[in-house]
């Protein structure tokens, strides 16, 4: 035992007393607790050090905290009275008489004198390794004890170390301990504020923008003053806002700023945030020109995009929209490029905006010319319809100003369509049933067919080109410039991957004038990112509604939902001329694969399946006259799949089958089409899985390209004459590709071409029912379901209608007024 340990106990042994309930025997002096010491787990303890340096571990003293006791002062005090203390005057402490006493009493403890005598009882820890010691109770004065350190001060300077070490999560567990043993203990609320801005601080610097602000918030939200607490929270909220900004996320960027304001709305950094946007909008206001037109108010729109509330800019934005009203429209996709052809739906959307047909519709009143919005001024059938003579109406002018849609434009068009050096508007289909094509003037032309034509308006609605222009309805107009020629309601002003811009033509009389003068179709590469913008307002219509939001969109203030006359039919095409895919057995083997039920309500859906809604047994529409009756719907079976491709394995050569799927980006099949790669790879197929465009995807499959499988969404408006393309992509494609031979079943195909034969309505309704009816055994492809096709539009649009055909349908009677997004906290 060393000589400070007998020290200790000496003094313990002269200044503490044992209560009677400790034995007579002295104690052993109680070691404290080592530094290291895991405080979250320990038994709370305090340390007493006293004033021979001694550190003692001691249960927790009471009261908590012990007043303090100054040594300096005590000792000064102490000084003071034993100078003033036992000395008499020299003529005595009694007075005369009448005079006052000298007697001076002495003087009154004071209360740091009385401190330091008052004894404190404190509880001795036994030191006994992985257990609590056992107790001894003494009485010790203040006066004899250096310092306390109490089991609080502890964790939170356990606390303290652990911030600077960034063990964030360890201190604020530390804090916490002492928070449940004493919420008012001093200091414990400086101690979690510079952890919160400390922790804040970092997780910025680490990239959670989030996380960090929300700790900040909450440090705001405790000690608003805090230093350098609005510099680090301004700050971090300008980078959110600069970064939302150069996106061109606007509203969000405003929200953010918003919230910021709210909190330090004093900020100079907030005045220049404001100042920012102000500038920006004002900027690209005067970037769309001075002189009214579409510029003008694209640079208006813009700017107030950007800044809703710029002084002066929302009178001039309506008068400018008023003089170009203007219709912005969210697509999957766009054509490209654009001409007076049909390779792709988004080719159907907006060519017959360009271009007018021959015919468009098949009623005798399109037949004598009375349609608007076709150039057939007549048309008369004579050799039992293998012969028409058609009539050009006059007054169509091109958008060249060179001159009007004449029977010569007419002839070219059709000529080109049996021409297989032109693969844009090359159809097979129509090589075989025209004989020629002889105009007679300006205004007539004679058509000579190899049979009659069941449904004249199919063969004759597609978009009709200018004769004068090239092989893509262009001509040049300068050295770098082709500009395409349209005799529609709209002329193309821009065509890119991305973006497409019609404006009305005031001269245009075949498609009747349209209130609308300028329409654009906006291409999104994500579903989401085209909701987002028709829910903040950028868009007016929502051409594709997934099914999935439609309630949403339906539940949403302002927006109308309607939905297209024929359910959009999901298909995986097969090519055949794979020899795998020719497998009759691996193609049943897909198809047991598939669990359509399961996959259409719980990934296209997100609800029960309906009549409108279900799973499919063919091609075509659910109801319709080609649906034939009494075919069991296709079934799910993986065991079943999986031994069917084992044997296909067997037959093709024992080789692993890995085939690619081509899909086109639309939001339903992207969310579908990872389970179905599953569900292949479950019955041992190995599936690549390919996103392209849905005009490009199409473009290329009508065209005859090789493929694997391929996802596609079709409508079926008469299922006599869509059922070749329906079932085979490639049905119309140029011979030199043989596209013919996609047809993965020989008996599909033979029944195909003996229904392009078929010359009465009978035979070729009943071709069709038995072709639905075989398909089911055959798979030339394999179906999977059919769904109700939506749309949206913001009330502002008057004119859509519940149900349509086609998006555009009736659009020369649509009116759309002026709309500023307005923020919440700023609208009227």
């Not at 054509?335 to 080719?347: E, F, K, Q, T």
């Not at 140029?734 to 003996?754: D, M, T, Y």
């Not at 009978?762 to 009816?773: H, V, W």
Request: proline fraction near 7%; include cysteine; glycine fraction near 6%.
């Amino acid at each position: 035992m060393n000589t400070a340990t007998r020290l200790s106990i000496a003094l313990f042994a002269l200044l503490a007393t044992p209560t009677l309930s400790q034995a007579e025997e002295a104690p052993t002096p109680a070691v404290a607790p080592p530094a290291s010491a895991d405080l979250l787990r320990s038994y709370p303890f305090d340390r007493i050090t006293l004033l021979d340096g001694t550190v003692v571990g001691v249960e927790p003293v009471s009261p908590r905290p012990l007043p303090v006791i100054d040594q300096a002062k005590l000792q000064a005090e102490r000084d003071r009275k034993r100078s003033t203390k036992g000395v008499l005057p020299l003529d005595g402490n009694i007075g005369l008489p009448g005079e006052p006493s000298k007697f001076k009493p002495a003087d009154a403890r004071s209360e740091i004198e009385k401190e330091a005598d008052r004894e404190l009882t404190v509880h001795l820890l036994q030191d006994r390794p992985g257990a609590r010691g056992d107790m001894r109770d003494f009485k010790v004065k203040r006066a004899h004890i250096k310092k306390v350190e109490y089991f609080e001060d502890m964790l939170l300077a356990e606390g303290e170390r652990l911030v600077q070490a960034r063990g964030y999560t360890k201190a604020f567990e530390h804090y916490l301990r002492v928070q449940s043993r004493n919420p008012a203990w001093p200091g414990l609320v400086d101690h979690v504020n510079d952890l919160l801005f400390a922790e804040g601080r970092q997780a910025l610097h680490d990239g959670e923008g989030e996380r960090g602000l929300r700790l900040l918030r909450e440090l705001l939200a405790r000690k608003r003053d805090y230093p350098g607490l609005l510099d680090q929270i301004s700050s971090a909220y300008a980078v959110r806002i600069v970064r939302a900004f150069d996106l061109g996320l606007y509203p969000k960027a405003r929200r953010i700023l918003h919230e910021l304001e709210t909190i330090a709305a004093e900020h100079q950094q907030v005045k220049d945030l404001r100042t920012k946007f102000a500038t920006a909008a004002s900027e690209r206001a005067k970037a769309g020109g001075s002189v009214s037109g579409p510029e003008r108010l694209d640079g208006l729109t813009e700017a107030l995009r950007i800044w809703p509330t710029a002084d002066g800019l929302e009178s001039e934005y309506v008068r400018e929209f008023q003089a170009v009203p203007t219709l912005d429209v969210a697509v999957d996709d766009v054509p490209s490029p654009l001409g007076p052809w049909i390779r792709s739906p988004a080719d159907a959307r907006v060519a017959r905006l360009l271009f007018l047909p021959l015919l468009a519709s098949d009623g005798d009143e399109a037949k004598q010319g009375k349609v608007a919005g076709q150039l057939a001024a007549g048309l008369e059938s004579t050799d039992l319809g293998r012969r028409l003579i058609v009539r050009i109406k006059p007054d169509i002018p091109w958008s060249d100003g060179s001159r009007s849609t004449s029977a010569v434009d007419v002839a070219r068009a059709l000529i080109d369509r049996c021409d297989p050096q032109n693969p844009a508007k090359y159809q097979a289909r129509w090589a075989e049933l025209l004989d020629r094509v002889d105009p007679s003037g300006e205004g007539q032309l004679e058509l000579r067919l190899k049979r009659p034509l069941l449904k004249p308006a199919f063969w004759l609605d597609a978009p009709v080109g200018s004769a004068h222009a090239g092989f893509d309805g262009r001509v040049v107009v300068s050295a770098r410039e082709r500009v395409l020629v349209s005799n529609g309601p709209f002329n193309c002003a821009v065509s890119t991957p991305r973006l497409i811009e019609l404006r009305a033509r005031s001269e245009s009389s075949g498609g009747g004038a349209a209130k609308l003068k300028r329409i654009r179709e906006f291409r999104y590469d994500r579903p989401a990112a085209a909701l987002a913008a028709f829910l903040r307002g950028d868009v007016t219509v929502l051409a594709h509604a997934a099914a999935d939001q439609v309630a949403t969109l339906a539940a949403t203030p302002d927006v109308k939902v309607g939905r297209y006359a024929q359910p959009a039919v999901h298909v995986l095409a097969l090519d055949g001329r794979n020899p795998a895919i020719r497998n009759r057995m691996l193609r049943r083997g897909l198809s047991y694969a598939i669990d359509r039920k399961a996959l259409l309500e719980e990934t296209v859906l997100r609800h029960p399946a309906s009549n409108a809604d279900a799973p499919s047994d063919g091609v075509f529409p659910k109801g319709g006259y080609a649906d034939a009756p009494g075919v069991k719907p296709l079934t799910h079976d993986t065991v079943l799949a999986a031994a069917l491709v084992t044997l296909a394995r067997g037959e093709l050569g024992k080789a692993p089958i890995k085939l690619k799927l081509e899909y086109p980006a639309i939001a339903e099949v992207r969310a579908v089409v990872p389970r179905l790669v599953e569900a292949f790879r479950m019955a041992r197929v190995e599936i690549e899985a390919v996103e392209l465009p849905e005009s490009q995807l199409e473009s290329e499959l009508r065209a005859g390209r090789r493929f694997d499988l391929a996802y596609r969404v079709l409508r079926c408006d008469e299922p006599v004459l869509d059922a070749g393309q329906m079932i085979c992509p490639g049905y119309d494609a140029p011979p030199a590709v043989n596209a013919l031979a996609s047809a993965a079943s020989p008996r599909i195909l033979q029944l195909l071409l003996q229904l392009e034969q078929a010359a009465e309505w009978p035979t070729a309704k009943g071709l069709a029912l038995q072709i639905d009816r075989e398909l089911r055994d055959e798979l030339p492809v394999l179906p999977l379901w059919q769904t109700t096709a939506h749309y949206a539009w913001r009330n502002r649009l008057k004119g859509p209608a519940e149900e349509t055909g086609s998006l555009y349908q009736g659009i020369e009677t649509w009116e759309v007024a002026p709309w500023i997004a307005k923020d919440p906290w700023n609208a009227k």
